[in-house]
């Protein structure tokens, strides 16, 4: 009778509080009963399947994965969505729930540090023209330079400050030069060194994530890296690159020639940043998308369903290996 009567009580409440629009007071008021009575009567419908929610939106995500993401690797927040039959599509989902994420949390007057590549084209492309006031785009690292256009610094910067009603700035050099020296002659410049200067100050740090993996990498598309190169960085265990530095699987930058002609922002302005995003659309980037979490580079994640299930893997294989060797010791 009781379970009933509680059945009862928990209809009613949701019939007040979802169809009538009653606050919780007018509620309780209404009833006789305390404001936390209603509350826990309003959870207890979600609980028990009284009340269904249903979210209405342009790409599916996997809530119980994203949270298992989330709480695994120790993240600030982390969304996974549904794949699709190819590349392309999977990108587009990718594209447009990090568009979602990015605004639901600008805000007028902001800076916005962003790198290149295919998942942030597909990720502006999505954004439609706001009314924004005030934010900054800035770019975080050199340019390739060759490849398509739409998928590199300068541009990308352009369409996000076109669609977000800001200005933008971006970094005039390539993204790896001849030597360090060259590099550092860059730095110096007053207009490079304004732009890094304002990408110190960045709230929202968004960046794809590159792969040594196969020839998915940008650095070889735009003819930074050769089968060479990539050989000679997977021996010393790089598994990726952040802002075209080469990191392990434990985010730790690989001490190479490449790392020392960089034209970018300190990675450490990733870590400052208050949301840090990282966006990837491919199980093969996995390695390095782990990679970035341990070195602390991303507190927010973007990825495909493929992805975060590789990624749960290579953590449960990690673990195991440890419990095995403390075992043998």
């Known amino acids: 009778m009781e379970s009933n009567t509680k059945l009862m009580q928990m209809v009613r409440v949701a019939e007040l509080y979802y169809e009538q629009r009653l606050s919780q007071v007018e509620i309780s008021e209404m ?14 419908a979600h609980e028990q399947g009284v009340v269904e929610v249903t979210i209405h939106r342009p790409v599916e995500k996997v809530a119980r994965l994203s949270e298992m993401i989330r709480k695994t690797l120790g993240l600030r927040d982390a969304i996974v ?10 990108l587009n989902h990718v594209g447009l ?41 800035v770019q975080l690292m050199g340019s390739l330079g060759q490849g398509n256009p739409a998928t590199d610094g300068p541009e990308l910067a352009l369409r996000f400050a076109e669609r977000l009603n800001g200005t ?15 590099r550092d002659d860059l730095l110096q410049q007053p207009q490079i060194q304004t732009v890094i200067e304002r990408a110190s100050r960045a709230q929202i ?11 998915m990498s940008s650095l070889m598309r735009a003819g930074y890296l050769t089968n060479e190169d990539r050989t000679t960085l997977r021996s010393e265990g790089a598994v990726g690159h ?3 530095r080469p990191i392990d699987i434990n985010g730790n930058q690989i001490d190479s020639r490449f790392s020392d002609r960089v034209v970018a922002a300190p990675l450490d302005y990733l870590r400052k940043a208050e949301w840090s995003i990282g966006c990837s659309a ?6 390095a998308v782990l990679g970035a979490i341990r070195g602390k580079y991303y507190n927010t994640l973007v990825i495909d369903e493929a992805s975060a299930r590789e990624i749960l ?7 195991r290996f440890e419990t095995e060797i403390s075992y043998s010791a």
């Open 242 to 244: 952040i802002l075209s």
């Open 313 to 319: 893997r290579l953590v449960e294989e990690k673990e």
């Open 205 to 215: 740090c968004l960046t794809g994530i590159g792969s040594f993996a196969d020839e």
């Open 81 to 90: 969505v549904r794949g699709g039959e190819t590349y392309e599509e999977v």
């Open 282 to 287: 491919s199980p093969l980037k996995a390695p």
């Open 31 to 44: 009833l006789g009963i305390s404001r936390s009575t209603v509350s826990r009567l309003l959870a207890d």
């Open 97 to 137: 729930a990090t568009a979602e994420l990015l605004l639901s949390l600008l805000k007028d007057n902001m800076i916005l540090g962003i790198s290149w590549g295919v998942t942030l084209y597909h990720t502006v492309q999505s954004i439609q023209k706001s009314s924004f006031h005030g934010i900054e785009v």
């Open 168 to 182: 933008y700035r971006i970094i005039n050099a390539p993204a790896l030069v001849r030597s360090k020296d060259v």
